[in-house]
């Protein structure tokens, strides 16, 4: 897992491939002028690490949900 969350955003070849494609495909859509603005960073993704919520509050949400759906009254 370490490895994983170390190389997501690591150089890989393939990523700067793939934009430097999809910058080619934007700049035929531009006026000449403003195609030498397009950079192909613009179309590397950048990848960062999502918050994890709680499960707590996770769990009383979707308690509370689908008890709503089915009908059934929550015990307090």
């Known amino acids: 897992m370490a490895f994983l969350d170390a190389d997501e955003n690591g150089f890989h070849r393939e990523n700067y ?11 035929t859509h531009l006026k000449s002028a403003d195609a030498k603005r397009v950079k192909t960073k ?31 009254k929550k015990e307090e």
Do not use: H
């Not at 491939?17 to 700049?27: D, G, L, N, V």
């Open 17 to 27: 491939y793939m934009a430097q494609i999809a910058a080619e495909i934007r700049r």
């Open 42 to 72: 613009d179309f590397i993704l950048q990848f960062t690490k999502a918050k994890k919520q709680p499960a707590v509050p996770r769990m009383a949400s979707s308690k509370a949900f689908w008890l709503a759906i089915v009908g059934i």
